[in-house]
């Protein structure tokens, strides 16, 4: 397992987005999560449809992530429907 330095965290619940400056990665913060990160650029490939793209953004559904395990990826913002998901910095 990689040790990841965590300086700040800010908790995102149901219902909320926003974005989170400097934040280097994401993570799910409880065992029923939805809604999507929008990443700066463009993924290379499309996982099994996990991950959708528009011409300058790439999207990843919160559903798809592993709880309470730190997913590094530059984040443009955060959207939760249901749950709570994490963007850290």
């Known amino acids: 397992m990689v040790n ?7 908790e995102y ?9 400097r934040a280097w990665g994401v993570m799910r ?18 996982y099994s449809g996990t991950i959708a793209q528009d ?4 999207t990843i559904k919160l559903e798809h992530l592993i709880q309470g395990e730190p997913i590094p990826m ?3 913002s955060i959207t939760v429907t249901t749950g709570s998901a994490y963007l850290l910095a």
């Open 29 to 46: 913060g409880s065992a029923i999560c939805s809604g999507s990160v929008t990443l700066e650029g463009n993924a290379v490939n499309n």
């Open 74 to 76: 530059y984040v443009r």
């Open 55 to 58: 011409s300058n953004h790439s």
């Open 13 to 21: 619940t149901a219902g909320q987005s926003g974005s989170f400056e």
């Open 4 to 10: 990841y330095k965590i300086f700040n965290a800010k």
